[in-house]
């Protein structure tokens, strides 16, 4: 892992997490790992990696998510760029689920923290982690074994998952959008609307795009490349134009926001269901006449 060393993180930021990170732990994890092995046999054959994203350093490291340095201080590091908590952060995207979804999707899903909570949720449900660096797969894959849950990696890009169409449940991404240009994200809004069922939701959370708009400051500090990008966006019009329905954005603390949007019926589904919500309303609810008081 190689550092830019004239960074904002660089310079003062690193230094502070470090007195935090047992930086020893995390040397040995590394080092306990047989990267090549581990990634060739997570890794889809052939798969071509996307110029904004291999051309790119994140948080100033070269070769952004592609190496085993990014994939095992990702965890330890995120753990405070998410206050007040990040497990109450990620939570505010599990609590806007609507109904029990039986397939999930996660884009982007890294070491896969938000994959593993959606798989607690919904012990029940498929759930499927999708991520472009077979590093960050590795990590995701000791977690969700430590835990002793059942979780499927994919290595993948988040805009073109040759998954099938209209077989999802629920598709989520955490802290995906920031990283990707604009017209990647508006791919991936695409793509989660192709992969949903009638009826099926999608869910966003990433940083506040207000709050980032207002304190310019924050834009430099965790050297994005497209942090500033997104910042001045919306993804609420992205999910839009995406032909969500329902779309809506809250605040999750100072920092973050959920974006949800639902994919709309077929139409004749629509009907369907108004006629039986007529039924309903007019005779009770067992279809018969209510009794008239
Ligand atoms: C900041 S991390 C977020 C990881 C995880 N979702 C979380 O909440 O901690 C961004 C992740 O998105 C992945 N990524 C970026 N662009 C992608 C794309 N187009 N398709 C799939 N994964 C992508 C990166 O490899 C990285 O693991």
Not at 24 to 49: A, F, G, H, M, N
Request: net charge negative; with cysteine; hydrophobic share 35%.
């Amino acid at each position: 892992m190689v550092n830019r060393k004239d960074t904002l993180w660089e310079q003062f930021l690193q230094p502070i997490v470090g007195i935090f990170i047992d930086g020893k732990q995390l040397r040995q994890l590394y080092e306990s790992i047989d990267w090549q092995r581990e990634c060739d046999r997570l890794s889809t054959p052939d798969l071509v990696y996307p110029d904004y994203y291999k051309s790119q350093n994140f948080h100033g490291i070269e070769g952004g998510y592609l190496n085993g340095g990014a994939a095992t201080s990702y965890d330890p590091i995120t753990q405070y760029a998410l206050p007040p908590n990040e497990t109450w952060v990620r939570q505010e995207l599990i609590d806007r689920i609507q109904g029990t979804p039986r397939r999930i999707l996660d884009l982007g899903c890294g070491t896969g923290s938000t994959t593993l909570l959606l798989k607690k949720a919904f012990p029940e449900a498929e759930v499927i982690g999708l991520d472009l660096s077979p590093y960050m797969l590795v990590m995701a894959e000791r977690k969700a074994e430590a835990a002793g849950v059942d979780i499927q990696w994919r290595h993948g890009k988040a805009e073109e998952t040759g998954l099938p169409e209209a077989s999802f449940d629920l598709v989520t991404a955490s802290l995906l959008f920031h990283e990707t240009p604009p017209a990647v994200a508006k791919s991936i809004l695409r793509e989660s609307f192709r992969l949903l069922k009638g009826g099926g939701q999608v869910l966003i959370l990433d940083g506040n795009q207000r709050t980032l708009r207002q304190v310019n400051w924050l834009t430099e500090v965790f050297e994005e490349p497209y942090i500033k990008a997104y910042a001045t966006d919306s993804v609420d019009a992205w999910m839009g134009s995406a032909g969500f329905e329902a779309v809506q954005t809250q605040d999750v603390w100072l920092l973050n926001q959920v974006t949800q949007g639902m994919k709309p019926l077929p139409v004749d589904e629509q009907v369907y269901q108004r006629t039986q919500r007529r039924t309903i309303d007019d005779f009770g609810s067992e279809g018969i006449p209510a009794p008239a008081y």
